[in-house]
Each structure stands twice: as C-alpha cells, then as structure tokens.
C-alpha cells in the first residue's frame, strides 16, 4: 500500500533562517506531487505541484520554492524565512494514472516564524 | 481560474442532528471529492463521486454528485463529538490539473 511521509510535524524558526521541508512517497512510483499551506483555520492554498522529477510548477509566486530530486521525493525550501511564512503545510500525491484523481495528503508540518 | 464556493463556512450544530453542505462552481467537473481534517492533521477523504447524479455513502455520511456537473453535496445524519473537524469539498476537471478546493465548512458539535 501507498504511505506519504512528512518531517518534520512542527518547526519554529527565526525569520531570515533557511528552511527545508521534506516529503516522501512510498509504495508507488511517479506520483504527482503537492505542497500545500493552511493559515490557521483557513482553506487550503496549493503553493507548488510537480508531475516528474525536476517539474515543478508554481501556482503563487512567493518566499519559497520547490524540487524533486528523486521520483517519490519533495522539498519545498526557503533561502530566508519572512514572518508570513508561518503556517501548516501539507504535501500530497495522487497517481500519475489510476486512483481516479484521489489526492492523498500527508500528516503536515506547522511551521511557526518568529 | 476555477473557483468552489462552499457553504456554510460554520456551523454549530446539537449532537444527534443531521448535517448538510455543499459546494457550487461556475465551471463543470469531471470528479468530486469530499475530505475531513481534524486539527492538526492532514485532510482525510471521505467520498470520491464520477458520475453526475451519483449518490454516495460512507456509513452516516451521504454525498452526491450534481446532475449539472457543477455542485455536490455532503450529509452527515446523526452527527456525534468526532464529526467535528473541517470539511472541504474538491473538484477535479481533468488529467494532471491540480484539484481544486473549497474554503471549508467547519464543523462543530454540542454534546
């Protein structure tokens, strides 16, 4: 069976700190990949999406960027952290075919700038 | 783009009462699929729905695709404390597009 895995599930930076988030996949292979951010109890904004190693697409430009080094792999960075950084952040995938365009998402990191 | 209006943002309902929410769009879609979030966790899915006038169940929870292929609605009968949570419906039009989410209901419920 498929598993998506998340680290970490909570992070407090300073603001101009890097950041890396990491996000895996197993029991599948080339799955469309997501990261996505949730302000507190607000809706869910998809930042990046990538259907094949090293294709990323940006929906919002911003702060932060994305890369997928490996196949089952997502990294979302940031070279300085602003405080509107701040937020939950979710990375999924969903079958590049079959799965009938489920999206499956994984647990989240809160990330908290100060 | 694609944009889902859902309603209502919240509601605030006893234990024992029936639920229902939806989700209108502008434009038509081919899948939709409802999920549930618990605080601090990831979305989980609920239902998924292919077929216009489909009608779904997953134990206390009903939902349906609309005939026009551009609404779906989600029931909760019986709500208890656990239902309480997020609920966001997404629509997917075709391919690798992303989906596209609601805002969200959010759910609470009076013991």
């Known amino acids: 069976s498929q598993t998506i895995h998340q680290w970490p599930a909570t992070l407090v930076q300073p603001v101009g700190s890097p950041l890396s988030l990491e996000c895996t996949v197993e029991g599948t292979s080339n799955p469309n990949l997501y990261w996505y951010r949730q302000a507190a109890g607000r809706g869910l904004q998809l930042l990046f999406y990538s259907v094949g190693i090293g294709q990323i697409s940006s929906e919002v430009p911003q702060n932060l960027s994305a890369s997928r080094p490996q196949d089952r792999q997502f990294i979302l960075s940031s070279k300085k952290l602003l405080l509107s950084d701040s937020g939950f952040y979710l990375c999924a995938w969903t079958a590049s075919s079959g799965l009938r365009g489920k999206l499956f998402f994984g647990s989240g990191t809160q990330l908290s700038v100060l | 783009g694609q944009q889902l209006n859902q309603s209502p943002q919240s509601m605030f309902i006893q234990e024992g009462e029936d639920v229902s929410m939806n989700c209108t769009s502008s434009s038509i879609f081919n899948t939709w699929l409802w999920y549930k979030q618990d605080p601090g966790e990831g979305p989980v899915l609920l239902i998924a729905?292919?077929?216009?006038?489909e009608l779904t169940s997953n134990g206390r929870l009903t939902a349906q695709f609309g005939i026009t292929r551009k609404d779906s609605f989600l029931n909760i009968s019986a709500s208890i404390p656990s239902d309480v949570g997020i609920y966001f419906c997404?629509?997917?039009?075709?391919?690798?597009?992303?989906?596209?989410f609601g805002k969200g209901t959010r759910l609470s419920v009076i013991a």
């Open positions: 729905l292919y077929k216009a006038g």
């Open positions: 997404a629509g997917l039009s075709s391919g690798n597009t992303p989906l596209v």
